[in-house]
Nanobody, 125 residues
């Protein structure tokens, strides 16, 4: 079992930056090789995979955030980050940290088995 807790959301003006963090806990053996990801859900829209970090360290990003967002994790894999730069109003959403199997390159919600509660990001223009 894996527990995930997001933090770092908030309100920011367009062009600003935020860094989201996700504290990962549970069995080290269980989550050490898991795929980790950030997904978001805007009002009236489905859940969208924003960024993912595969079990082998490969990253993938949605086209809408490429060049602006960076997913990373600390060396002991206890914390997952999402650095978000040059934010726009279209980035406004609830952001979820998620963990899953060993393949999540396409960042589909169905790739992930464990979810955090979500953190709100609001970007004002």
């Amino acid at each position: 079992q894996v527990q995930l807790q997001e933090s770092g959301g908030g309100s920011v003006q367009s062009g600003g930056s935020l860094r989201l963090s996700c504290a990962v806990s549970g069995s080290t053996y269980t989550y050490a090789s898991l795929c980790m990801g950030w997904l978001r859900e805007a009002p009236g829209k489905g859940r969208e995979g924003v960024a993912a970090l595969d079990g082998d360290g490969s990253t993938s990003y949605a086209d809408s955030v490429k060049g602006r967002f960076i997913i990373s994790q600390d060396n002991d894999k206890n914390t997952l980050y999402l650095q978000m730069n040059d934010l726009t109003a279209e980035d406004t959403a609830v952001y979820y940290c998620a963990a899953g199997g060993s393949f999540c390159y396409f960042r589909r919600p169905s790739d992930f088995d464990f979810w955090g509660q979500g953190t709100q990001v609001t970007v004002s223009s």
